[in-house]
């Protein structure tokens, strides 16, 4: 049975980035590569009466367009976990390091909104990990309460780059860059803005700080956070969403900083499949997603569902 932890306030910026630079050295780090038969670390994480900071709250609504108002955003318990998943990945028994590594995906599933004011309980652990074609993934998962009552579970999905058994499995064509079609929205950020997204996020990871931090991770530019795309994609339809609602996020390439890049939002509530068929999918559900302004990539692809 996993062992749970109650910290007595969440660890600090200056805490877990520190442990996360000493992982990457030589000799006293981790090791540059994990095997596929590695094991997770059996515990759990778990931080209590955790208030949110209405200011912190709006400056990360003002860097994410997101509406600041009585109930937190959909994307805002990433936030609020953050420090117990860099903790956990921070960890010497950790597998392998914070730093460098990529967020693939990640889904939140909403139960109710959470109110700005209510007390949270956060608790977090680490599973699944797995091999795949690009390296190992890890699934970190988080659960936020009011009480007993669960309001709000997260996955985020990590990859450690490596060779693993799945490395050469064939892949499908890869697909053809073309001039995307007219967007619904186009988004704009620079430096600037990611900047403020990190100070109100907590996330100040080295390669969304600076173009020299970015190239020493093999990046020709600073790179917007994926979360922040996240949350700037879902801000136009947030207001539409209903409260129970799973919003799930898949990334692609960065966006290299400064950028502009095309935002499309696609109702699927309502509406008729391609063959004629009724839609599963109950009122709030949208596909969403960034592309290259100019070769039409995705950036991001991402859904949000309801039943």
């Given at each position: 049975m996993s062992k749970t932890i109650t910290l007595s306030s969440p660890p600090?910026?200056?805490?877990v980035y520190s442990k996360a630079v000493?992982?990457?050295?030589?000799?006293?780090g981790k090791p540059a590569r994990i095997r596929a038969d590695a094991t997770l670390p059996d515990r759990r994480?778990?931080?209590?009466?955790?208030?949110?900071n209405p200011d912190r709250l709006l400056a990360y609504t003002r860097a994410t367009g997101q509406q600041f108002g009585p109930a937190l955003p959909i994307t805002y318990p990433f936030v609020l976990q953050f420090p117990l998943a860099m903790k956990i990945m921070t960890d010497g028994d950790f597998p392998f390091g914070a730093v460098g590594s990529v967020?693939?995906?990640?889904?939140?599933?909403?139960?109710?909104p959470i109110g700005i004011d209510e007390p949270l309980t956060i608790e977090n652990h680490a599973?699944?990990?797995?091999?795949?074609?690009?390296?190992?993934?890890?699934?970190?998962?988080?659960?936020?309460?009011?009480?007993?009552e669960?309001?709000?579970?997260?996955?985020?999905?990590?990859?450690?780059?490596?060779?693993?058994?799945?490395?050469?499995?064939p892949r499908g064509p890869a697909p053809r860059d073309q001039a995307p079609p007219p967007p619904d929205a186009v988004l704009a950020v620079d430096l600037a803005k990611i900047r403020k997204y990190a100070a109100a996020s907590g996330d100040r990871n080295p390669i969304h700080m600076?173009?020299?931090?970015?190239?020493?991770?093999?990046?020709?530019?600073?790179?917007?956070?994926?979360?922040?795309?996240?949350?700037?994609?879902?801000a136009n339809v947030e207001a539409q969403l209903p409260g129970a609602v799973t919003y799930t996020v898949r990334w692609g390439k960065p966006i290299l900083l400064p950028?502009?890049?095309?935002?499309?939002?696609?109702?699927?509530?309502?509406?008729?499949?391609?063959?004629?068929?009724?839609?599963?999918?109950?009122?709030?559900s949208f596909d969403i997603s960034i592309l290259n302004r100019r070769k039409g990539y995705p950036h991001l692809t991402a859904t949000t569902r309801t039943h």
């Open positions: 600090s910026t200056a805490e000493t992982a990457m050295l030589p000799v006293i994480y778990r931080l209590e009466n955790i208030r949110t967020h693939l995906e990640n889904s939140i599933t909403r139960l109710r599973e699944n990990l797995r091999e795949h074609r690009k390296g190992m993934l890890v699934d970190m998962v988080s659960e936020i309460s009011v009480g007993t669960l309001v709000t579970r997260q996955v985020a999905t990590f990859l450690k780059q490596q060779r693993t058994g799945l490395s050469d499995e600076g173009d020299l931090t970015a190239k020493a991770f093999g990046f020709p530019k600073a790179i917007a956070h994926g979360m922040w795309s996240a949350a700037a994609a879902v950028a502009k890049v095309n935002v499309y939002t696609h109702r699927v509530d309502g509406t008729e499949s391609a063959a004629g068929e009724a839609n599963i999918y109950g009122a709030g």
